[in-house]
Structures are given as structure tokens and as C-alpha cells.
């Protein structure tokens, strides 16, 4: 089981990430922006949390336009696993993997505490080691988790069950309360909260392991 | 040659920010301002043979982000 950490300028989670990959079982390798491919055989990209280049222009914008994420488009679109943590998110929403945009928190202030979320479906392979309405508690940390997307979009994302994560009391403004989304074929999940904050005894909670585990056993069994 | 690019939020698109500048100048006096919208302006140096097409193009694929924001044009 091979997972991949992409490193850019300014992630700040992705060694915490290669950790909660780690101890899942996964072997990872960390991946430099500016790489143009995938290390060969990997089952996972993590896109990690952070503020890379700076969130200049707009959050994940000039990430979304490197040369890594060109070949972590191409492993989603082939059907590979992926999952956006935070700025990963951000990214994966900014190359047009995952739909909507994260604006502004509405509050306007930077949040940075541990948050109830709601499970909203356990059919993927990252939720699947919880069950539906099962509550964790899971710390997010961002400026810029407001999720938005237009109506037909959200219809969309209700519809086809692809909200993965909702927030218990919305902290910042998201539609519907949104945390965390599935693409279509439910192979990438992109989320404000960080699970990988929640993967330790040290961490002071192990809510977001079960997103690591679930996934590993997935992997290991393909 | 030059281009400058105006990216606005969409409308029906929250801007807390400009929000948050409404409620500024209310607190100030200002209180004939029924609503602030932020946006950006970009400049752009542009070498001779460019033309909007080409910054239609950087707007579409990096300068604004058409789910939720829209942008003009102006060229000089």
C-alpha cells in the first residue's frame, strides 16, 4: 500500500499527514511540487493542509497550477484515490477534481479549535469505518473553510450522497453546513477538518483515525 | 501594452468582507451606503500581439475563479 504526500511551498500538514498515513499501514512518499509524476504504484495522494505560495491570488489557486497537481489530476481521473485536507481541499476544488469554492470564513476571523462533525454517509472508503449520524470531533484550522457552490451543484451533491462530512454548528457559513465532499466515483474526498490532527493519543483525540484505517483496509483489499 | 483585470465575487455570492466594510462606514456616519462588494484588480504588462483572447484565457485558467467570481476586461 503506497501513499503520496504532495509538499508545496507553504503546507504546513503534510508531515502530520505521512504519520496518519503511516501508521495506517501505508508506505509514503513525499512528493515535491514541482515534480511532474506520481511515484509509480500509488494508491493515495494526500494533498496537505497549510497556506502554499503564500495564498496568494486565492487559496490554492497557484498550487492548483503546478506541475504535481497536473499528475494528481490525472491519478484522480484514472480512478485513484485522493483526499485534500484544509489548503488540500482548497486545491482539489481549484483544479476542478472536487466542486464549489471555499470563500472567506463568514465570521471573517481564522478558526483554530476541534469541532463536532456529522458523518453524512458511510459509503465511501474514507467514511466507511464510521457509521452514518456517528458525531467525532475533529480539529479544523483556516480562514477560508466557507464552502460554497451553486444550487444545482448542492442538489447534486445531496443526490448522489456526496456530502461526506457536515459540521454539527456551522463555524463558518458553509452551505448546508458542509465539512468534507465525495467526487462522483467517490475516490477523492476533499475536507476542511483535519483527521490527520485527530489520528494520536498525543493529539488529545483519535476521532479522524478511522478515516486512515478505513482506507487502508479498502487498499489492502483491492 | 497593458490590460487591467477587474475580478468581482459573483453576485449571489456571500462577501463578508465587503460586509464587514458596510458596517464600517456605518459606524463611521457613512449612512448612505446600502452595500459594499470587495473585489480585485490586476494589473497586466502585456508584450505587443496580445490581445483580450490571451487575457480572457488567464482569467478563465488562473486569475479568477468563475465558480464564484466573475471578471472584466479592460484593455489600454
Known sequence: MKAAVVVFPGSNCDRDLAVAFEQAGFDVSMVWHKDSVLPEGVDIVGVPGGFSYGDYLRCGAIAAQSPICQAVVEHANRGGYAMGVCNGFQILTETGVLPGALLRNAGLKYICRTVDLQVATEDSVFTNGYAKGDVIGIPIAHHDGNYFADADTIAALKDQDRIAFTYADNPNGSVDDIAGILSENRRVLGMMPHPERAADEGHGGTDGTAVFRALAGIVAAA | ?76
Open chain 2, 1 to 76: 501594452m497593458k490590460a487591467r483585470v477587474h475580478v468581482m465575487l459573483k453576485n449571489g455570492v456571500l462577501d463578508p468582507q465587503g460586509e464587514a466594510v458596510r458596517h464600517a462606514l456605518g459606524a463611521l456616519g457613512f449612512d448612505k451606503v446600502e452595500g459594499v462588494r470587495q473585489g480585485k484588480v490586476i494589473d497586466l504588462e502585456l508584450a505587443s500581439g496580445a490581445t483580450e483572447a490571451d487575457v480572457t484565457e488567464m482569467c478563465e485558467k488562473l486569475l479568477a475563479n468563475t465558480v464564484i467570481e466573475s471578471y472584466s476586461i479592460e484593455m489600454k
